[in-house]
């Protein structure tokens, strides 16, 4: 069983930061095989992708938040992280992390409950 939680919304004004986390319960050292990713929706929009991290860390950022955003994790903390600078009004959404591994004896794909962002002055 993986779950997921993630945590560190709020309201903000624009051109300020937050940090999101995401914390991933799984078995044993699950987690370091997982592949991460963040993503956010709106209402009446299709849930969007915004940056992923391997296993072996590698980032992969889409184009609406790169040099803005930055993905990383902490394995011994089982934790992805979402740093978010010069947030704007159009950055307000509800933001999602997804644990997936595909491989292996152990797979998954699990979502966590989303946390609230909104940017507004």
């Known amino acids: 069983q993986v779950q997921v939680v993630e945590s560190g919304g709020g309201l903000v004004q624009p051109g300020e930061s937050l940090r999101l986390s995401c914390v991933v319960s799984?078995?044993?050292?699950?987690?370091?095989?997982?592949?991460m990713g963040w993503y956010r929706q709106v209402p009446g929009k299709e849930r969007e992708l915004l940056a992923t991290?391997?296993?072996?860390?590698?980032?992969i950022y889409v184009d609406s938040v790169k040099g803005r955003f930055t993905i990383s994790r902490d394995n011994a903390k089982n934790t992805v992280y979402l740093q978010m600078n010069s947030l704007k009004p159009e950055d307000t959404a509800v933001y999602l992390c997804?644990?997936?591994?595909?491989?292996?004896?152990?797979?998954?794909?699990?979502w966590g409950q989303g946390t609230q962002v909104t940017v507004s002055s």
């Open positions: 997804k644990a997936e591994r595909s491989s292996g004896s152990f797979t998954f794909n699990a």
């Open positions: 991290i391997t296993n072996s860390s590698s980032t």
């Open positions: 799984a078995p044993g050292n699950i987690f370091s095989f997982a592949h």
